[in-house]
């Protein structure tokens, strides 16, 4: 049996006397989305923060397809094939959106100081390859015809979308999705569902962290609910929004009701 694409084994992660994540174990399955779920201030940052590399000096282990990375930098992770969205955008406002998912291509293009500088060699032949492929990922997302647009200048649901292409653009193997549809209308939301249900079908597997649960709830194959770093609750979605714990802790016996409505 094949390792899963994540693995967490008793993470443990404090700030001086506050635990931001108590034993928290899960696993993501290869070509999967699962989602991570719970109330404000639940752990859930902490935890991509840790997977990525940016929280360190937790106990426990993370592995990537049955390799350790917890003793990895955040670039050594990427490199293995680790992605992240964040609930801020952080794209390159000032530049194209070609421009901002050739960012994401950095040690792809690669080459030495003098083919960058002469722009010849092997690094002038991987450029052409890597604005291809760019101009592939935009088209994918929906963005080809803004590819020369300043990505500021981009609406807030085209930005979120370009920032899913710049993630890709590392193929990655596993994707954490911080609150992608945060300040997203109806429309722009459906629109993400849509091109998250693509992104997994190219066998990429996912990580959500998001508040609008019914797209959780359309979206994810397993779905792990935190309170207070701690997992009260894991399952496929349908267990999870009625289990007891989940609904006192988290969704409310409104919410779950009315979750109950949405399409599996």
Not at 74 to 96: I, K, V
Not at 146 to 171: F, H, K, N, P, V
Not at 195 to 210: D, P, S, T
Request: glycine residues 12%; charged residues 25%.
């Amino acid at each position: 049996m094949s390792a899963p694409e994540l693995e967490i084994e008793g993470l443990t992660l404090r700030y001086g006397g506050l635990t931001a994540i108590d034993g928290l174990s899960l696993r993501v399955e290869t070509g999967s989305l699962h989602g991570l779920i719970g109330p404000n201030g639940a752990g859930k940052t902490s935890v991509f923060n840790a997977i990525c590399g940016l929280a360190r000096g937790g106990s426990g282990a993370i592995l990537l397809r049955g390799e350790r990375i917890d003793h990895l930098s955040p670039d050594a992770r990427a490199r293995r094939g680790l992605a992240r969205t964040f609930q801020n955008l952080r794209l390159f406002s000032e530049m194209t959106a070609l421009e901002n998912v050739l960012a994401g291509m950095h040690a792809e293009v690669g080459g030495s100081l003098l083919e960058v500088l002469t722009r010849l060699g092997r690094f002038r032949s991987k450029e052409r390859a890597a604005v291809r492929e760019a101009r592939a990922l935009l088209a994918f997302v929906g963005l080809d015809a803004a590819a020369g647009t300043r990505a500021g200048a981009l609406s807030y649901g085209d930005q979120r979308r370009l920032e899913i292409a710049r993630a890709l653009a590392g193929r990655p193997n596993l994707m954490l999705l911080d609150e992608p549809a945060a300040g997203m209308n109806p429309a722009e939301t459906a629109g993400l569902n849509d091109l998250l249900g693509e992104v997994k079908a190219r066998g990429v597997a996912m990580l959500l962290v998001e508040h609008d649960m019914s797209l959780v709830m359309r979206l994810c194959d397993r779905i792990t609910v935190l309170n207070f770093g701690r997992k009260i609750a894991e399952g496929a979605p349908e267990a999870v929004r009625a289990d007891p714990a989940v609904i006192e802790a988290y969704l409310g016996v409104k919410g779950a009701a009315e979750l109950a409505k949405t399409p599996g």
